[in-house]
């Protein structure tokens, strides 16, 4: 379990959504992302990363232009963690591999 190093309280982790991420970059015009909190996915031995949208039983890797009335579920990948403690490390090429696979399936999908 996760806590708040402020408050000690349980913290609240939900998945990477990379459809919504890419989108935003889009229209932001972001060409650069910084990961923070990393060390909140060391409780993890597996880690999902939404990468589609199903809709009707179709796949979509684009976000809906109307997200009301439709049926919308996310489409994970998993990803190993390794249960690792990421705050140990303070050079990215020293980070466990499933760590570095990880940010780079990211990078990979959001161009």
């Known amino acids: 379990m996760n ?3 402020t408050t000690g ?8 959504d990379l459809v919504a991420l890419k989108f935003a970059c889009m229209i932001n015009g972001v060409t650069k992302i910084v990961m923070t909190k990393a060390d ?3 409780a993890f031995e597996e880690l999902q990363v939404c990468t589609a949208y199903n809709t009707d039983g179709n796949n979509t890797e684009e976000v809906p232009y109307q997200m009301t009335g439709i049926n919308l579920d996310p489409v994970y990948k998993n990803s190993k963690a390794g249960k690792r403690i990421l705050s140990a490390f303070k050079n990215e090429k020293d980070l466990p591999a499933a ?5 780079e ?3 990979q ?3």
Request: positive net charge.
């Open 3 to 5: 806590l708040g190093a």
């Open 99 to 103: 760590m570095q696979q990880y940010v």
């Open 40 to 42: 909140v996915l060391d």
């Open 105 to 107: 399936f990211i990078n």
């Open 109 to 111: 999908y959001l161009g």
């Open 9 to 16: 309280r349980p913290r609240r982790c939900g998945w990477i």
